[in-house]
């Protein structure tokens, strides 16, 4: 008999293209998602992926849809959540709700109903959001894990995080899964909570649990249309239109930036694991690129008009750099995603270049939510 997987969340960026790869190696999928009109312009799938798959169009909190979900399934790929960082900062009761209380039926299921009783394997989708700042290296204290950046430092135009100990400046290094849970944003903190549950649930149950901390995911097929989220996909969509782009702190702020393809592999790679584990991996690049060199890379592929400019602008709780180490998820899954940021990007921007740009307009709106709830700051001259 085939392997069935539910992918929650599987009409999304992620879920898609993991969907694909799973179906082309003859294995069956369910997916379940609400299409959320924050990320969706329709409530349908792609019609190769809709030919496919078995769709519940239904919310992750709906206990009766949810137990028709897991009926037969023999792995469960968490994807299903509210993703925007900053937007999470101040929609905090929707952001709890979709991704704690989402979490917490699935699990209730599981524990508690039969419809559950073949399922071997969660992975659920945590982030890098989990770390906060991440790891440095301070000269007097080792590793530190710097505490989030206050606004007085930053209206300074400091924007490097420092010593907790000893305020002297640091190096960035890699951070591993060891690292402590810092989030600097509700959205960090129920992707911890999240993470916490899906590990304690199958430890306690005796089968496979995956907290994959993706990092920033890109590549062919993610949301344009989403304001909130993805940088890639908010300058490009300027660029194409000879739009100005502005550009937070002072642009050499840095991600990790994971290629579609990468996550996927390694998603996969946790549900046909063969041995038993129970713990968090890193999925990531390992290298951190500024987001100058993306702006001025997607301006470059665009031949675009478009101004790119440091305003001095900030927005409170975002981290300053990230590197993943990719030790542990080589280790325990045999991989390390190796597609260069320049390939990736160069996949991305030519499928964006066959869609419709989204209007700015819905852009705007977003970074004016952030400043009228007082999360947004400038330097002072
Ligand atoms: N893309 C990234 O850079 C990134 C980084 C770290 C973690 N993640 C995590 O990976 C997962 C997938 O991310 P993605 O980039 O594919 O996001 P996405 O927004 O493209 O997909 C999320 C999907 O979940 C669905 N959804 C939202 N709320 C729902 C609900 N209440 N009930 C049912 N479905 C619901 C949406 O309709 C959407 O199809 C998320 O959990 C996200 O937090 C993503």
Known sequence: MKTTILIT????????????????????????????????????????????????????????????????????????AETGTGQSMYEIDRYFNVNV??????????????CGKNVKSIIVASSRAIYGEGAYLCSNHGAVYPEQRSKEQMTKGLFEPICPICSTSLTLIPTAEHAP????????????????????????????????RYQNVYGPGQSLKNPYTGILAVFSNLARQDQPIEIYEDGQESRDFVYIDDVVEATVRSINYQGQFVG?????????????????????????????????????????????????????LGFIPSIPFKQGLNNFLSWALEQSP??????????????EKGLMGKVSK
């Not at 989204?358 to 400043?371: F, G, I, P, Q």
């Open 280 to 332: 968090a991996l890193n999925v990531g690049s390992g290298h951190a690129t500024s987001v100058m060199t993306v702006a001025e890379e997607i301006k470059s592929f665009f031949n675009s008009n478009s101004s790119i400019s440091v305003t001095g602008a900030f927005r409170l709780g975002d981290i300053r750099h990230n590197i993943t180490d990719t030790n542990l998820l080589n280790e325990v």
């Open 9 to 80: 969340g599987g009409a999304g960026f992620i879920g898609q293209r993991l969907a694909r790869v799973l179906i082309a190696s003859g294995t069956k999928v369910r997916i379940l998602d609400n299409f959320s009109p924050q990320i969706h312009a329709t409530d349908c799938l792609p019609p190769d992926l809709n030919a496919e798959v078995e769709l519940i169009r239904a919310d992750v909190r709906d206990r009766d849809a949810m137990k028709r979900a897991l009926l037969g399934i023999e792995a469960v790929v968490h994807l299903a």
């Open 101 to 114: 209380q989402g979490t917490a039926v699935l699990l209730d299921l599981l524990q508690n109903d039969p």
């Open 181 to 212: 849970f810092k989030p600097m944003s509700i959205y960090g903190l129920t992707k911890q909570v999240q993470e916490q549950a899906v590990l304690m649930f199958a430890k306690t149950n005796g089968i496979n649990g995956f907290a994959l």
């Open 358 to 371: 989204e209007d700015k307009a819905a852009y705007l709106r977003s970074v004016n939510e952030l400043a």
